[in-house]
T-cell receptor, first 114, second 115 residues
Framework: GNSVTQMEGPVTLSEEAFLTINCTYTATGYPSLFWYVQYPGEGLQLLLKATKADDKGSNKGFEATYRKETTSFHLEKGSVQVSDSAVYFCALGRSSGSARQLTFGSGTQLTVLP | DAGVIQSPRHEVTEMGQEVTLRCKPISGHNSLFWYRQTMMRGLELLIYFNNNVPIDDSGMPEDRFSAKMPNASFSTLKIQPSEPRDSAVYFC?????????????FGQGTRLTVV
């Protein structure tokens, strides 16, 4: 079946530090890959996505590249801000006929200190 | 667009009571998901509807849980009877039609506390 494994948290960084959150997946075929972000007390919001191998998704300074050879979709940001403190979820999406699956990783809590 | 709307935002109920959570998906979206989030188990898919029809309910924990989607603009998740271990944040999400999985838009969730 499909599964997503992401780096366990919590992760604590100083402002302007470099961020990497690792994500690897297991799936048959060619899934779409997503990063979602959840701010305190809110629902999940799509941060970025990639739908095929070698695609790079980017948004708000965050980037992730769909690497089929390593089945990975690591999230990176060059300089984090306090406002980036949130929980980040890696997710995999597949469709088969009318059935759709969206499988989430366990989430990684990021805290950025001023 | 108002996004996915869930109600209530918070619910506190006594063990044994019936609880009904409500969701209005984004207009035009034909896929609807119910998720449960807890510290112990993270984000779990409970059930998924496509065009108002339940496609995958394998994540529904037991018979106490039921979900309906009577029309394209409304869905409910019911727990009867509720138990303390059902305490969690329940999210509804919807996505638009498409050949591939498109992004899912989440509501703000219902925080359920069963005492």
């Amino acid at each position: 079946g499909n599964s997503v494994t992401q780096m366990e948290g919590p992760v604590t960084l100083s402002e302007e530090a470099f961020l990497t959150i690792n994500c690897t997946y297991t799936a048959t075929g060619y899934p779409s890959l997503f990063w979602y972000v959840q701010y305190p007390g809110e629902g999940l919001q799509l941060l970025l996505k990639a739908t095929k191998a070698d695609d790079k998704g980017s948004n708000k300074g965050f980037e992730a590249t769909y690497r089929k050879e390593t089945t990975s979709f690591h999230l990176e940001k060059g300089s984090v801000q306090v406002s980036d403190s949130a929980v980040y979820f890696c997710a995999l999406g597949r469709s088969s006929g009318s059935a759709r699956q969206l499988t989430f990783g366990s989430g990684t809590q990021l805290t950025v200190l001023p | 667009d108002a996004g996915v709307i869930q109600s209530p935002r918070h619910e506190v109920t006594e063990m044994g009571q019936e609880v009904t959570l409500r969701c209005k998906p984004i207009s035009g979206h034909n896929s609807l998901f119910w998720y449960r989030q807890t510290m112990m188990r993270g984000l779990e898919l409970l059930i998924y509807f496509n065009n108002n029809v339940p496609i995958d309910d394998s994540g529904m924990p037991e018979d106490r849980f039921s979900a309906k989607m009577p029309n394209a603009s409304f869905s409910t998740l019911k727990i009867q009877p509720s138990e303390p271990r059902d305490s969690a944040v329940y999210f509804c999400a919807s996505s638009s039609p498409g050949g591939q999985v498109t992004e899912a838009f989440f509501g703000q969730g219902t925080r359920l506390t069963v005492v």
